[in-house]
């Protein structure tokens, strides 16, 4: 997967951008920590999609009822990072290197909560949908299913949406380097599909969820947190 290289091989390019908190992964994870512990089934077994080196959901899963975690990811650089990160979690942790849609079309073990971070958007819509799907097969009834993802604002297709992630005013993420950000930017052109916020809702709805609704909208907003119930 051509695209999904600048994971592969410049995390700490990344790890910057987390840093420096340009996507609001404080505002995101913090979010994320009072959905489980004000929502979610206690206890509740966790599965991170695109997990990356899960330091924004070992903060999250801090002094919560989290009694399993599983995490998915292709980058192995990412991965050795969130086996480290995950030490102190007081439950089993299995992090497994593979495609998620394709760990998802095989998996068979239940879980209460799924989260993905900014990763489902690398899929077209139909393969949006396929995995959504995967995950409310294997969610438990009352469990949750959370996703963090970029959304193109009423009435904008994704040139748009993609200009307004390079050319926005002030600058997106002024302190990358030139290296950095144009490594960013091809990444992001290359491999970023956004859909609207209808589009998010109907795949969820689509793929047999109950509800879908909003509960974060980045500053930005080029991106927004959807919770959606079974
Ligand atoms: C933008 S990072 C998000 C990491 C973390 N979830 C977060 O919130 O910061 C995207 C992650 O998705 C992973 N990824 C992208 N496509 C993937 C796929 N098809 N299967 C597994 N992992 C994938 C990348 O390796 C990378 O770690």
């Not at 009072?34 to 997990?51: H, S, Y």
């Not at 599909?193 to 047999?208: I, T």
């Amino acid at each position: 997967m051509a695209t999904q290289a600048i994971f592969q091989t410049q995390w700490q390019t990344y790890r910057k951008v987390i840093d420096r908190n340009y996507m609001f992964h404080r505002e995101v994870y913090g979010l994320l920590h009072e959905i489980l512990v004000t929502e979610a089934p206690q206890p509740f077994r966790f599965l991170d999609i695109a997990c990356g080196d899960a330091t924004g959901s070992a903060a999250a899963l801090k002094e919560t009822a989290v009694a399993r975690y599983v995490g998915i990811d292709l980058s192995e650089q990412a991965l050795a990072l969130a086996a480290e990160t995950l030490k102190p979690l007081p439950c089993p942790v299995t992090l497994v290197q593979a495609d998620f849609a394709e760990a998802l079309a095989n998996w068979s073990e239940p879980v209460d909560v799924v989260w993905i971070g900014q990763s489902l958007h690398h899929l077209g819509t139909d393969a949006k949908g396929g995995v959504m799907h995967h995950v409310r097969r294997i969610l438990n009834a009352n469990g949750l299913f959370l996703i963090w993802e970029p959304t193109l604002s009423d009435g904008e297709d994704r040139d748009g949406w993609l200009d307004r992630f390079e050319h926005g005013s002030p600058p997106l993420w002024p302190d990358l380097d030139a290296t950095e950000w144009d490594a960013m930017i091809t990444h992001v052109r290359a491999s970023d599909y956004p859909e609207p916020v209808a589009g998010w809702r109907a795949l969820g709805l689509n793929a047999g969820f109950r509800t879908a609704e909003t509960v974060f909208v980045a500053p930005t907003e080029l991106a927004r947190v959807y919770r959606y119930r079974p």
